[in-house]
């Protein structure tokens, strides 16, 4: 019994050296927006030679050529030339992150964030917290700015104050909002992009086939148990003993008991949280809810989602407002501005950071090499033939893949769909569309973890920075990859055995096609 033993051993400690040899090799690279500087210029000579090339390829939708566009042409020229300001503008993270930090900035200086996670650590059981973390971040799919903004930072200051080492609990809840990202125990707005997108298709070959937003609902419940166990069974085996013990220097929050002041200012913020989530869901409850939308009524295509970053802010900035009037940290204006400045004024490194990722992302897009690595590559796929389950494991592969290059998960099912859909029907053993979107679901959340072409990428890198400036990229990715590994492993798992189960998808999203 001794020798399986030492067995798991040498493939622990392998396992723990390589990851090792990741964050070396990583954080010997450049500063983050250095690297974003030069992958741009790389996309700008690849364009170049991708031209020269005559590289095109066919877009499944309309069958119209897609061909390089030369950023070095005289019309690429004049683009960078008037876009590099409007790439760094409308770069969707930028307004999201500064927006919502006037929220999060006055409840983190009013002493209302400290407060709260006294409060839970002095409460919640330590076993549970990473629990905890981990399904907040699923639950967060459905706004996933609040996520990555709000909850990932929050997980690694809890960690943090619990004595853990802060970068376990930036892991925990990166996996939970990223990972999870196909995952969640309720619809989201994301649903019913993919089911529009999937409709389309379909009627390729089934023109009054309609795919409806919950089609993967049943499927998508079990993901969320997946991701839950597997993700707080990483952080706690596997990422937390390879980081050890924290030895920087960030102060962490003091475990003391609330005092009088304290108690009663969380329990008038956490009335006053109750009172707006109720004023909120008056407006979109309700039929004649002001905040649906007025000519369809509907909830998910909505004023509501459109601005539901604005509805984050609010739900910070007023709590914390109260809070800090009753605690006394918040006597008159100059308080209440003092402390949003001061959280604006770290943001610094990461708007700098922006600049050059969007140019990076923005020059990748019009070059159009994305899009025709993902034509190819799901081209490829095709034409190798695979049939059964087998075929399903494999374009979660192709989707996982085509994640690292293409961020928008509905720009990618736009390109993947019209290609797949309709070749999963026509199998002697047609595939329901809905299985098609639900593999594609998870193969585009398995990498979100590991690619710096993930929006947020740049924002989890300021993160983590905040506790120990000599982390990278190469620190994120080599402590993310042991989630995407054993997700890919028991995500792939969980499709495989559904569809030799044959259990519907969701509501109308039987396996095969009757």
């Known amino acids: 019994m001794s020798v399986p033993g030492k067995h798991r051993g040498f493939f622990s400690r392998a ?12 954080n010997k690279l450049p500063h983050p927006a250095t690297i974003f500087a030069l992958l ?50 409308r770069f969707p993270p930028l307004g999201y992150v500064l927006v919502v930090m006037v929220g999060i900035g006055l409840a983190e200086g009013t002493g209302l964030f400290a407060v709260m996670i006294r409060s839970l650590v002095l409460s919640a059981p330590p076993k549970l917290i990473t629990y905890a973390i981990v399904l907040a971040g699923i639950i967060s799919g459905l706004a996933v700015e609040a996520g990555y903004v709000i909850l990932i930072p929050l997980g690694a200051m809890l960690f943090h104050a619990l004595g853990r080492h802060p970068m376990a609990g930036l892991a925990a809840a990166f996996c939970g909002v990223s990972g999870g990202f196909g995952a ?57 003993p390879r980081l050890g013990k924290y030895e920087g220097s960030t102060e962490k929050f003091a475990i003391q008991q609330l005092t009088p ?59 914390a407002l109260v809070y800090g009037i009753i605690v006394g940290t918040i006597k008159n204006d100059k308080d209440l501005m003092k402390h949003i400045i001061r959280s604006m004024s770290g943001m610094g490194g990461y708007i700098v950071l922006v600049f050059f990722a969007a140019q990076f992302v923005y020059f990748f897009n019009y070059s159009n090499l994305g899009l025709i690595i993902a034509i190819k590559g799901a081209s490829g796929l095709r034409d190798i033939g695979f049939t ?8 979660v592969f192709l989707s996982a893949f085509i994640n690292l290059f293409m961020g928008s998960a509905s720009a990618k099912w736009a390109i993947i769909a019209p290609v797949f859909i309709p070749m999963l029907m026509l199998l002697d053993n047609p595939y329901h569309p809905g299985i098609t979107q639900a593999a594609f679901r998870i193969g585009d959340s398995l990498t979100n973890l590991i690619t710096p072409m993930m929006s947020y990428f740049a924002l989890i890198v300021t993160f983590a920075q905040k506790y120990d400036e000599r982390y990278g990229i190469g620190t994120i990715i080599s402590t993310m990859l042991p989630y995407t590994i054993f997700l890919t492993i028991f995500w792939t798992l969980l499709m495989v055995l559904w569809v030799y189960l044959g259990i519907p998808l969701g509501p109308d999203g039987p396996i095969y096609i009757q």
């Open 184 to 240: 969640n125990f309720l619809i989201g707005s994301v649903d019913p992009i993919l089911a529009g997108i999937s409709t389309s298709a379909a009627q390729l070959i089934i023109p009054d086939m309609v795919i409806n937003p919950a089609v993967n609902y049943y499927f998508m419940i079990a993901s969320s148990f997946v991701v839950l166990f597997v993700g707080t069974w990483v952080t706690d085996r596997i990422v937390e």
């Open 15 to 26: 396992f723990s050296r390589s990851l090792d040899y990741i964050e070396i090799i990583g």
């Open 261 to 319: 002041e304290e108690t009663r200012g969380l329990r008038w913020a956490g009335i006053v949280s109750l009172a707006f989530v109720a004023l909120m869901s008056l407006t979109v409850i309700p039929e004649n809810g002001l905040l649906r939308d007025p000519e369809t009524g509907s909830v998910l295509h909505s004023p509501f989602f459109d601005g539901i970053i604005i509805g984050i802010l609010l739900f910070f900035f007023i709590p």
């Open 40 to 89: 741009a210029l790389f996309v700008v000579l690849l364009s170049v030679l991708t031209y020269w090339m005559g590289t095109s390829a066919v877009h499944p939708v309309d069958d119209s050529i897609v061909t390089v566009n030369n950023l070095l042409s005289a019309d690429g020229i004049r683009w960078m030339y008037t876009n590099i300001l409007g790439n760094f503008l």
């Open 388 to 395: 059964g389950p087998m075929l399903i494991v494999s374009f």
